[in-house]
Structures are given as structure tokens and as C-alpha cells.
């Protein structure tokens, strides 16, 4: 699904994202939310480089993001999702998304 959040770099590694060399770590905050959850990208993704310079552009280490999540089969982690895809670098789309992607 897609969700308009707040990103941020992070390093709650844990259960299947444990491994900090395959993954990088988002914490992940919806407007208005006290709670946060972890995203969760692989750290050689076109996505993970997109969402890095993103976040090295704002100054802050925080952006708002459109970012497609998904919650993998048999997932062990409570707050963790898995980072499919960044949709928009913003909170609204600069350009259509493609159908189907």
C-alpha cells in the first residue's frame, strides 16, 4: 500500500532486517503520529539511493515521502515494514504514477 510519511535515517536493526550491511533503516511517522514504525530497504537499491539524497538535500535528515510499503509473509518484526518502492520524493506526486507499478 501507499502511505504518505515522514522519513528519517535510523538504526533499529532487528529480526529479519538484523543485517546492517543489506539493509537500511527508516523511521517512518505519519502526520499527527506519536508512534513510528521501521522501513526497511535494500542498501543497493536504486530506492535506497533515492531516499539518501532526498533526505541529504532537506538539511534536516527528515522528509515527507510517498513510499509504497509492504508487510512480508511470516514477518517477525512488530514495527518493521519492508520499503517497496520511494513513489515521490514530496507528499503529492510531481509527475502520474504509472498504472500497475
Known amino acids: 500500500m501507499d502511505f504518505r510519511v515522514y522519513v528519517q535515517q535510523d538504526s533499529f536493526f532487528s ?26 530497504v535494500a542498501s543497493d537499491s536504486a530506492d535506497a539511493r533515492g531516499i539518501l539524497e532526498t533526505l541529504s538535500a532537506t ?12 508487510i512480508p509473509e511470516r514477518l517477525q518484526s512488530r514495527q518493521g515494514v ?15 504514477p504509472d498504472e500497475g507499478s
Not at 59 to 70: D, I, K
Open 15 to 40: 529480526h529479519e532486517f538484523s543485517d546492517s550491511k543489506r539493509w537500511l533503516c527508516f523511521r517512518l511517522t505519519a502526520l499527527g503520529a506519536e508512534e513510528s514504525m521501521f522501513g526497511y
Open 59 to 70: 538539511g534536516s535528515g527528515r522528509a515527507g515521502m510517498l513510499l509504497r510499503l509492504c
Open 82 to 96: 519492508m520499503i517497496e518502492k520511494m513513489l515521490s520524493p514530496r507528499w503529492i506526486y510531481l509527475h502520474p
